[in-house]
């Protein structure tokens, strides 16, 4: 049976509906409300519904998932060519190369996969489809996280694991119980540390809408670097990437200290241990950004 409303409940419910759905109060910044919905429930059925829709061409998935292996793995070959004149780069050998480029591929691929939809931040903006997101009761974030879900950006991740697990193989080192933990955590604080990044460098884009290649640079550049022993940059440089970009903690300090190197000078031992804490409080900058990059907006033209 219909509902019947009296005249001032009609009224009070056209009042309430902006609130309820996220509708967008004139001379406001847009907010998100509605029903309360979790971040990972929102971000599983999206993400979902990408990847249902990519495994309906289950050939073309296939060749694309081979393609961005192959791809991907071009840049390794590099290192591979200058093995080929050299013994060693920096003072390190190809199993210990392989080790960081493996653990700083796989930790990027991660963060690619899960979060990489973020970076089209700039887009959305330009062109107001924000505002669609916004009128949804979900998490923003989540929503932004899952939308087009690009399934085959896990041949990045597949390469990142071939090449890790190549380094192991070769890599004569005496493992012990608070190695391989370091090592496992290494990988999963990696990806939380790009993961962030990314989300701060969409926050960004809410002012800077064309600056998404300067973004793209501390993301897809940071992970080309950390593919290279620190023993081949300058100082000033690793000292950058320790203190103001904090992508060292990545794979850099906790490898050096499973390989039983000493830490960049200036860089305290401990630090290889640190990479939780950093991971942390990446997190939390990205979401105070996001936060701000959120309340800032002005829906098209903005």
Not at 76 to 90: E, H, P, S
Request: glycine share 10%; with cysteine.
């Amino acid at each position: 049976m219909a509902e019947r409303l009296l005249p001032e409940d009609r009224e009070d419910r056209e009042d309430r509906a902006p609130r309820a759905y996220g509708r967008l109060a004139e001379g406001s910044a847009p907010r998100t409300y509605g029903p309360p919905v979790g971040s990972w429930t929102t971000y599983r059925m999206v993400a979902g519904m990408w990847i249902r829709s990519t495994m309906a061409y289950r050939a073309s998935f296939a060749l694309t998932l081979v393609t961005s292996f192959c791809v991907t793995f071009f840049d390794f070959v590099v290192i591979l060519l200058m093995f080929g004149q050299v013994r060693g780069l920096g003072g390190f050998s190809f199993a210990e190369v392989a080790l960081l480029y493996g653990t700083a591929g796989t930790s990027f691929g991660i963060a690619d996969l899960t979060a990489g939809s973020v970076q089209r931040m700039g887009r959305r903006v330009r062109e107001g489809s924000l505002d669609t997101f916004l009128m949804r009761p979900a998490p923003l974030l989540a929503q932004v996280a899952a939308d087009k879900f690009a399934l085959r950006r896990f041949g990045r991740v597949l390469q990142g694991l071939t090449v890790l697990v190549w380094g192991l193989c070769l890599l004569d080192v005496a493992w012990t119980p608070v190695k391989v933990l370091l090592l496992v955590t290494a990988v999963a604080c990696g990806a939380v540390i790009f993961g962030a990044l990314m989300v701060l460098g969409a926050s960004a884009l809410f002012w800077m809408q064309d600056a998404a290649e300067v973004t793209n640079a501390f993301t897809y550049g940071g992970n080309t670097l950390l593919g290279y022993p620190p023993t081949v940059f300058a100082q000033d440089l690793v000292r950058g990437v320790v203190y103001v970009v904090p992508l060292a903690f990545v794979n850099w300090l906790p490898v050096l200290h499973v390989l039983g190197r000493p830490a960049p000078a200036g860089v305290p031992e401990w630090a290889g241990f640190a990479s939780p804490l950093v991971a942390a409080v990446c997190c939390g900058v990205a979401a105070l950004a996001w936060r701000a990059g959120v309340r800032s907006y002005r829906s098209t033209g903005s």
